[in-house]
């Protein structure tokens, strides 16, 4: 059973920076290209950046230039470092496997950025 915990999220004023985390447990971590998805007040969940197993990186155009996805194997995390924060980028943020079939979703984690 995969466990997906994600956290470091919080409030922050345009402009600003957050990393977020998320701590994988009771897989292979390595071997999976993995995800970082955001689903914002009224809208569907969407990926915004992805690292392959070996660490080919993939951001949407939203992000591009300002967020930055990072793993470490050894600690079976996954990152996501967000710069140059803007209102539109409040959401609850999760991370998953890149593509299907998905494990079960965590709880995700709140940012919040305020003008």
């Known amino acids: 059973q995969v466990q997906l915990v994600e956290s470091g999220g919080g409030s922050v004023q345009v402009g600003g920076s957050l990393r977020v985390s998320c701590k994988v447990s009771?897989?292979?971590?390595?071997?999976?290209?993995m995800g970082w998805y955001r689903q914002g007040p009224g809208k569907q969940r969407e990926l915004i950046a992805a690292i392959g197993s070996v660490g080919g990186t993939y951001s949407a155009d939203s992000v591009k230039g300002r967020f930055t996805i990072s793993r470490d194997n050894a600690k079976n995390t996954v990152y996501l470092q967000m710069n140059s924060l803007k209102p539109e980028d409040t959401a609850v943020y999760y991370c998953n496997r890149e593509s299907t079939p998905y494990w079960s979703w965590g709880q995700g984690t709140q940012v919040t950025v305020s003008s």
């Open positions: 009771g897989s292979i971590f390595s071997s999976y290209s």
